[in-house]
């Protein structure tokens, strides 16, 4: 049985239509994936990718250090003045921090991309050649018919078109 066909929707795409779950990704990633994180580190060989289950340790450490750096900064300031410390406490110190974990998040969601590339675009080059011989079947079946319904004088509207083209006469 054929799945049922749902009825086209007009106007802007909702929000959910621009989610893309979790499970679309391809499983490429996940296949020579290690059963930890610490044991993957332990693989010299490189076998199994590790980095996917990197990621949110990662993410956390530099969060946890950014924070420590924070303080430490807040230490120093507070050291060197009183007023440079609250300074620092209220306007400097949270805007680097906040910055810090920005800038982690990206580059970590960038890197996990550039990760996950390769085989987005491994499904893309199998639509492709999906959707190639889909049309190449529909031009060898038309083409069929055409030759099929030759005998019935009828003719294909372009090579009316060229015919006519043929016979024209150009003034000068």
Same mark, same amino acid.
């Given at each position: 049985?054929?799945?049922?066909?749902?009825?086209?929707?007009?106007?802007?795409?909702?929000?959910?239509?621009l989610?893309?779950?979790m499970?679309?990704v391809?499983?490429?990633?996940?296949?020579?994936?290690?059963?930890?994180?610490?044991?993957?580190?332990l693989?010299?060989?490189? &076998?199994?990718?590790?980095a996917v289950?990197?990621?949110?340790?990662a993410?956390?450490?530099?969060?946890?250090?950014?924070?420590?750096?924070?303080i430490?900064?807040?230490?120093?300031?507070? &050291?060197?003045?009183?007023?440079?410390?609250?300074?620092?406490?209220?306007l400097i110190t949270?805007?680097?921090?906040?910055?810090?974990?920005?800038?982690?998040?990206?580059v970590?969601e960038?890197?996990?991309?550039?990760?996950?590339?390769?085989?987005h675009?491994?499904?893309?080059?199998?639509?492709?050649?999906?959707?190639?011989?889909?049309?190449?079947?529909?031009?060898?079946?038309?083409?069929?018919?055409?030759?099929?319904?030759?005998?019935?004088?009828?003719?294909?509207?372009?090579k *009316?078109?060229?015919?006519? *083209?043929? *016979?024209?006469?150009?003034?000068?």
């Open positions: 049985m054929s799945e049922p066909i749902d009825p086209p929707r007009h106007g802007p795409p909702d929000d959910d239509d989610v893309i779950p499970n679309s391809p499983n490429v990633l996940h296949e020579g994936e290690s059963s930890g994180v610490f044991t993957g580190l693989d010299v060989r490189f &076998r199994k990718i590790n289950r990197m990621a949110p340790l993410y956390v450490s530099v969060t946890i250090l950014s924070g420590a750096g924070c430490l900064l807040d230490i120093v300031a507070f &050291r060197h003045s009183t007023i440079v410390g609250i300074i620092t406490s209220f949270p805007a680097l921090f906040v910055t810090l974990v920005i800038l982690a998040r990206f970590l960038f890197m996990l991309s550039l990760l996950v590339l390769p085989s675009l491994t499904q893309v080059t199998n639509s492709v050649l999906g959707i190639l011989g889909t049309t190449t079947t529909i031009v060898g079946t038309t083409t069929d018919i055409s030759s099929d319904t030759a005998h019935l004088g009828i003719m294909h509207p372009l *009316k078109i060229r015919l006519s *083209k043929r *016979k024209r006469i150009v003034p000068y």
